[in-house]
T-cell receptor, first 113, second 115 residues
């Protein structure tokens, strides 16, 4: 596609529910990143894929968070048993190769009530 | 380890006056440095990047930044502010020799431009 697309743009969920956030990177981009941005903070790294391989998941805060990119294109970030502290903007970025410019999507605003 | 410190959380300037957004970095390796801008309800957009070539880097919309190794700084400047420059700006560091190239963001500087 023309840019990185994330869906949904906004998600309100009840505490304890699972949520799945989707990222559709720019066509042909090999690298895909997930970031989380709390209010008033800069984005923080969550995880990184090269093609379908999850190369780094050191930023995932706990085992309720997981991500996949099964065919090396679209990626899904899943949060199980959501908690209020998970409320944040979740941003996806893609780049053609690992050492090239990262393009960001508009993000998914997650609110856990 | 790498980190960036944005020295001002808010900066307010008048339209037509210079802009200075300050950033200091810490990196164990030769860093790559970026400035990203975030307008309301928009994604993050790359303004400019430094990757060990020229130390004075020109970006989009008239912005520049100078890499100063001795001061570990990468301040963002613009000679004359425009109303459309009002946004949040993030200084970012990474190391391209690493396994991930994850971007490390500062906490952001909110730029207000007064008419």
């Amino acid at each position: 596609g023309a840019g990185v697309s994330q869906s949904p743009r906004y998600k309100v969920t009840k505490r304890g529910q699972d949520v799945a956030l989707r990222c559709d990177p720019i066509s042909g981009h090999v690298s895909l990143y997930w970031y989380r941005q709390a209010l008033g903070q800069g984005p923080e790294f969550l995880t990184y894929f090269n093609y379908e391989a999850q190369q780094d998941k050191s930023g995932l805060p706990n085992d309720r968070f997981s991500a996949e990119r099964p065919e090396g294109s679209i990626s899904t970030l899943t949060i199980q048993r959501t908690e209020q502290r998970d409320s944040a903007m979740y941003r996806c970025a893609s780049s053609f190769l690992m050492n090239t410019e990262a393009f960001f999507g508009q993000g998914t605003r997650l609110t856990v009530v | 380890a790498q980190s960036v410190t944005q020295l001002d959380s808010h900066v307010s300037v008048s339209e037509g006056t210079p802009v200075l957004l300050r950033c200091n970095y810490s990196s164990s390796y030769s860093p790559s440095l970026f400035w990203y801008v975030q307008h309301p309800n928009k994604g993050l957009q790359l303004l400019l990047k430094y990757t060990s070539a020229a130390t004075l880097v020109k970006g989009i919309n008239g912005f520049e930044a100078e890499f100063k190794k001795s001061e570990t700084s990468f301040h963002l400047t613009k000679p004359s502010a425009h109303m459309s420059d009002a946004a949040e700006y993030f200084c970012v560091v990474t190391y391209y020799g690493g396994a991930t190239n994850k971007l490390i963001f500062g906490t952001g500087t909110l730029l207000a431009v007064q008419p």
